[in-house]
Each structure stands twice: as structure tokens, then as C-alpha cells.
């Protein structure tokens, strides 16, 4: 995806900064990516066109809902927080949804506090977090934590 069509979709990112960090892989999502899982497109459904069967982890409700997706990362160790702060021993996720409240986009934070994506079937991109809010993915509607090694 260009970068003028990342800044297109994603009105924000014209007012702050962001890199692509990767090329363009379909076999993975923004989901999977925020699971540190680059090998398999995590969704509780299907997509038409999406080439293979997406996975989603076993025993979690297959269903496009908030509380299916925080199970999802529960599987993983994550559990609800109240900010994107970062905090030390911890990484975070934001889950981004429409006005629906249904998922729409998932986002991980770096040590340095800033966030990455992956956007769809392109690039990754390292940016400030509320630079994908109110486009595409809606805004962030729940943020996780798990602990990390010191």
C-alpha cells in the first residue's frame, strides 16, 4: 500500500509520524500480528476471499464481539487494562472497533511505547497509537496487558 493511500484510509496518520516496517504478506492480520503471530490470519469467521481458513484459538467463542476477541488474548495471558500507558514488565494491546462495538483492528505495543499494526493483507507500520483512530478501524475500545520478562 503507498503511503498515500495509508494516509488516505487513515486521516491521522497525515498529522503524525509512522513507518512501514514490513512488505506486504497476506498469509497473516493485524489480530495475528498483535498476537506475535505471523504465520496464520486470526478471525473467529472466515473471510470470503481470504484464501485459507482463518484460526482462532480453541474453546473461545466464534463470534466478531469485544468479548470474544479479549478471550482470544486471555488465551495468550492478556487481561483488561484501563490505558495504553506503557507500563514496565508489561505488553500491551489495543483492540480497536467500530461504533457498533464490533472488532475491527488490533495494535501492539513496542518497549518505546509507541504501537505497530499490521494494516489488512499490507505493510506493518510502527506508529503513535491514535493515529488509525476514526477511520477505518473505528477507535480503541479495550486495552490488555500481560506480563513480560523484566
Known amino acids: 500500500m ?3 493511500k495509508v494516509r488516505a484510509e487513515f486521516p491521522r496518520l497525515t498529522r503524525t509520524p509512522f513507518y512501514l516496517t514490513s512488505n506486504e504478506d497476506p498469509s497473516y492480520n493485524c489480530i495475528a500480528f498483535a498476537a506475535d503471530d ?7 469467521v472466515d473471510y470470503p476471499g481470504q484464501g485459507t481458513k482463518a484460526y482462532w484459538p480453541p474453546n473461545v467463542a466464534k463470534a466478531e464481539d469485544m468479548p470474544s ?8 495471558g492478556y487481561e483488561a487494562c484501563k490505558d495504553g ?6 505488553q500491551k494491546v489495543a483492540l480497536f472497533a467500530d461504533a457498533q462495538g464490533k472488532p475491527k483492528h488490533a495494535a501492539r505495543q513496542l518497549p518505546s511505547g509507541k504501537w505497530t499494526s499490521k494494516l489488512g493483507v ?7 497509537l491514535y493515529g488509525l483512530e476514526g477511520g477505518l478501524y473505528g477507535d480503541v475500545a479495550q ?8
Open 122 to 128: 499490507h505493510e506493518d507500520i510502527s506508529h503513535i
Open 143 to 150: 486495552y490488555l496487558r500481560r506480563k513480560t520478562p523484566l
Open 69 to 76: 476477541f479479549v478471550a482470544a488474548f486471555a488465551t495468550l
Open 38 to 44: 505471523n504465520t496464520r490470519w486470526w478471525w473467529p
Open 2 to 4: 503507498s503511503l498515500a
Open 85 to 90: 500507558k506503557p507500563e514496565r514488565g508489561f
